[in-house]
């Protein structure tokens, strides 16, 4: 199989509701990279990923994932992707280890690798102590967690979050953080929406801002400063002049 050098490529993606949710957005994440998504709410940032990963039907343009086009062909996108929502659904009555080895069922994933896998992953994140817990009585920092590894059994390729560290302790931030940064290494791409704004210009490679549906900047935190014009300037800053001139534009 030939490499792609892009691992999500959108071209002309439209969604309206009462408004255009999101405009004509052209946008490209190379693998390997790790992409923070940013825009205030209402940005249209998660409509995007909603529509990447088939939970949203686009109203115009395309998604392509690692070269599979995602809308003729969804399910062979989805085997490449994992999505995690910033309110994770997860089965209470089951423990963190049954509910990986039931979603790797689900994937057709061999009951032994299983086994192997989901311990693994729990530990990593932190969830050793209450793997054989069930997740009902969960807070949501770890039920999020455990979603997270739910997500990550079948071994993705491409890895979008939207919001996942909402709710989690400095020290559950850390687990997720650590993991996501392993798998950036291990050659997956990960798209991430925040308004922690000090985590994307902390672990991203590269930076998009969306306004109003459109992608309004995009670059390394040093290409966002220069294209400030100032080099100490911080993401925060630059953040909210790009989105305030947007508003004053629209």
């Not at 309206?16 to 405009?23: E, L, N, Y």
């Not at 032994?112 to 050793?128: C, D, I, Y």
């Not at 400095?170 to 650590?178: E, F, Y």
Request: with cysteine; proline share 4%.
């Amino acid at each position: 199989m030939q490499p792609f050098e892009a691992a999500l490529a959108l071209r002309g993606l439209t969604k309206r509701f009462d408004r255009p949710a999101v405009d004509a957005l052209d946008l490209t994440i190379h693998v390997g990279e790790f992409y923070a998504l940013l825009g205030p709410n209402g940005a249209g940032k998660t409509t995007t990923l909603r529509m990447v990963v088939g939970l949203l039907r686009p109203d115009a343009g395309s998604v392509c994932v690692l070269g599979i086009d995602a809308l003729k062909d969804p399910v062979a996108a989805k085997q490449v992707m994992a999505w995690v929502s910033d309110e994770p659904m997860i089965y209470d009555k089951l423990t963190p280890l049954e509910y990986l080895e039931f979603v790797a069922g689900l994937w057709g994933i061999d009951s032994r690798r299983a086994e192997a896998t989901a311990p693994e992953l729990l530990v990593s994140l932190g969830l050793e102590p209450h793997m054989n817990e069930r997740c009902e009585g969960f807070s949501k920092g770890m039920r999020q967690k455990v979603a997270l590894a739910g997500a990550l059994v079948h071994e993705p390729r491409l890895i979008i979050l939207d919001e996942p560290l909402t709710g989690l302790d400095a020290l559950s931030a850390r687990h997720v953080k650590g993991l996501l940064q392993e798998r950036v290494r291990a050659g997956c791409t990960v798209i991430m929406t925040t308004h922690i704004l000090e985590v994307a210009e902390r672990m991203a490679d590269r930076i998009g801002v969306i306004a109003a549906g459109r992608l309004i900047a995009e670059g390394t935190l040093a290409e966002l400063r220069r294209q400030n014009g100032s080099n100490d300037t911080s993401l925060e800053e630059m953040f909210i002049a790009l989105v305030d001139a947007e508003a004053a534009a629209a």
